[in-house]
Nanobody, 124 residues
Framework: QVQLVESGGGSVQAGGTLTLSCIAS????????MGWFRQDPGKEREGVAA???????NYADSVKGRFTISQDKGENTLHLQMNSLKPDDTAMYYC??????????????????WGQGTQVTVSS
């Protein structure tokens, strides 16, 4: 059973930087696609970024140029560096994984495994 544990959330002022991490365990040898999603209360969960096993990246338009997704395969760790943060980035951020290629669209239904989430709050 794949388990995902996020860390690194917190409170920051607009324009600041945060880096989220996700430690993965329980892999069965598939070449996983890993991703980050976020959700505000009362809103749908939305895709932020994803990275394939070969390093191909995909970003939501709202974070392009500000966020960078990366992975450390040796440590089974996924990162999300978030620069130039805005109040609109405030949300619970979730790590996700699927044993298939990353989908063209970052949709919740394409991912099989989820972490518990880490809160990011950006104040103006």
């Amino acid at each position: 059973q794949v388990q995902l544990v996020e860390s690194g959330g917190g409170s920051v002022q607009a324009g600041g930087t945060l880096t989220l991490s996700c430690i993965a365990s329980g892999y069965t040898g598939y070449q996983y696609c890993m991703g980050w999603f976020r959700q505000d209360p009362g809103k749908e969960r939305e895709g932020v970024a994803a990275i394939d096993y070969d390093g191909t990246r995909n970003y939501a338009d709202s974070v392009k140029g500000r966020f960078t997704i990366s992975q450390d395969k040796g440590e089974n760790t996924l990162h999300l560096q978030m620069n130039s943060l805005k109040p609109d980035d405030t949300a619970m951020y979730y790590c996700a994984a699927t044993p298939y290629l990353c989908p063209d669209q970052l949709v919740v239904t394409a991912f099989n495994y989820w972490g518990q989430g880490t809160q990011v709050t950006v104040s103006s």
